[in-house]
């Protein structure tokens, strides 16, 4: 039972975490992306899966999976690549972040882990973690200090079915 409570809370934080931040973006056809954006977006990522192209003020996000993983790519209409996002495990977090996170976070889980990359700010690594009904969403540098955190309240539902 707690397996699959521990799978539905991951998938949402999942979705949340990735896909929320496209949001904010709205969703296009891709014909209605210039044409630099779609041949780089090609070239950089020619396996990509379940693509879908979003545009967001001046900039346009592209989401999809590679290798298994939920991804998130922006770029300006000249096809220039501003910014990376990967979902990633925690096992794939630099040993300076998964340091930081066991010593200001104990007893934490983290649910969700994503390398973000963005070419004129650097890389980061945004997580949600979970102890009991208490979360956070918190982003770290890469060499594991806190640039951001945000107190989040966990909440999901135990859904049963009922005897007939």
Not at 16 to 31: M, T, V
Not at 85 to 91: L, Q, R, V, Y
Request: proline letters at 4%; glycine letters at 6%; hydrophobic letters at 40%.
């Amino acid at each position: 039972m707690k397996i699959l409570i521990m799978k539905k809370i991951i998938i949402v934080f999942s979705v949340w975490l990735l896909f929320g931040l496209s949001a904010f973006s709205q969703e296009i056809k891709p014909d209605k992306a210039p044409k630099p954006v779609k041949q780089a977006f090609v070239k950089q990522y020619p396996a990509a899966k379940t693509v879908k192209y979003g545009f967001d003020n001046t900039d346009y996000k592209i989401s999809f999976q590679e290798q298994g993983k939920e991804c998130i790519v922006t770029y300006n209409a000249t096809g220039k690549l501003l910014e990376t996002e990967k979902e990633i495990t925690s096992a794939g977090l630099p040993k300076e972040v998964s340091a930081a996170v066991a010593k200001k976070f104990p007893g934490y889980t983290i649910i969700t882990a994503v390398r973000r990359e963005a070419f004129d700010k650097g890389i980061c690594f945004e997580m949600d973690l979970k102890k009991d009904d208490a979360g956070y969403s918190v982003r770290f540098s890469d060499k594991g200090e806190i640039l951001q955190k945000k107190a989040r309240k966990v909440e999901f539902k135990v859904i049963t079915k009922s005897k007939r």
